[in-house]
């Protein structure tokens, strides 16, 4: 009975619609005032998406509450929304864990906590879509290149609609990166001066930062030279993010991006003298973070050594963009206008690569400590960066040397 009424309905609104259009046409021709004209226009229109809007409400209401879709509809969108619930209900849903692995670079198991833990933050909707599909959703758009139409073609949703899910799931993961990047404990600084000194031989050092390049802005609508936006992240060595800042639309300057960030004005309180993270030579050499030595003039064979063992440690972070562009393949070109949804999708992938590690463990091959100590240095001998560089250098080669 509903759905007859409904039709009823339907009908009635349609049969109006070509009659205003038989009306628009004559007045047309009939008529030269400009005013007139655009009343017409804009009366048309707003005819044209009150019908739409109807088919489409009841539609929605026939999809959700029977299962059926109203004969009135018909077209290219209601065969993808048949296509779209087919694909989803009875093929994703059945995706064993190696397909969940191939489309989503994450295991099955993985998906379901990633829902279970973003519904407790969801807030109540009148959405039809059911969240689990919406975060399906999300997670084949950022790690495939699909278009937001590509997808809604996918799943049987409109493009605009696929738009919105896109940007909810992404706030939402990207409102929790607090519970999921943080400045390492001391105790968990402790293990990775362990690790680090026991795998490569370099002392004390707690963290990794580098920053990477992500183009950004519409593919439709490239200029002829491509916008970049950085991401700065400091790692640790299970390749877990504990800092991330997204620096400003064409500012590709890793130390100007660095000085922006709270970081650069929190790591001298986060660090004391002893313990250091490792950047490259784009970064300025500051007491709590090394940088490789770099001269004009020949490096002696220390130096070398020095910088040597500080690139294979430092290739940690390296490691870490590494998977996360190569999971999350909407990074690679980020086709978004807004300079705040940029930001927000950036720090939602970076959400979810520590997610990632934390359910399914770092790819980092775990190794047998070998040498768990540390150095302590004396704040009265050594003051500046400079002079703690060249400690160390001299404490490595010293090492070294015993070694062989």
Known sequence: MFIKEN???LTKKQ??????????????????NVSTMNRLIVATANVVNENFENVTCVNDILLKEYNQISPLASGRFVKSLREGRHFYEKIVKKFTDDEYIENFKMRKATVQALIMFLKEYVKPSSSIVPFDKKVHVFLWLLTSNYSFKEAGE?????????????????????????QFINWPSLEEQHVTR???????????CVGFIDACRLKVGSKRKMKDKPEFILLQAVCDETLMFTDIHVGEIGNTRKGK??????????LKNFLDLDNHIL??????????????????????????KFNEIHWKAHSY????FEILRGKFMKLNHIDISKPESI????????VLHNFILLHEGSPVKEEAVSNDEGITIDTNVVTTALEKRQFLCNYINYIQNLQY
């Open 343 to 350: 930001t927000t999708l950036i720090y939602a992938a970076c």
């Open 194 to 204: 362990v690790k680090v000194n026991s795998r490569y031989g370099f002392p004390n």
């Open 279 to 304: 950047g490259d030579s784009d970064y300025k050499l500051r007491r709590n973070l090394l940088t490789p030595f770099t001269s004009d003039e020949l490096l002696t064979n220390e130096e070398m």
């Open 257 to 266: 991006v660095f000085k922006e960030s709270q970081l650069a004005h929190e």
């Open 15 to 32: 049969n109006m619609l070509s009659n205003f259009a038989t009306e628009f046409v004559t007045e047309l021709f009939l008529d030269d």
């Open 7 to 9: 039709n009823k309905y």
């Open 317 to 320: 972070i390296n490691q870490a």
């Open 154 to 178: 996918k799943f049987g949703l409109h493009k605009s609609s696929i738009s919105y899910i896109f940007h909810e799931i992404a706030n939402l993961l990207s409102e929790q990166r607090y």
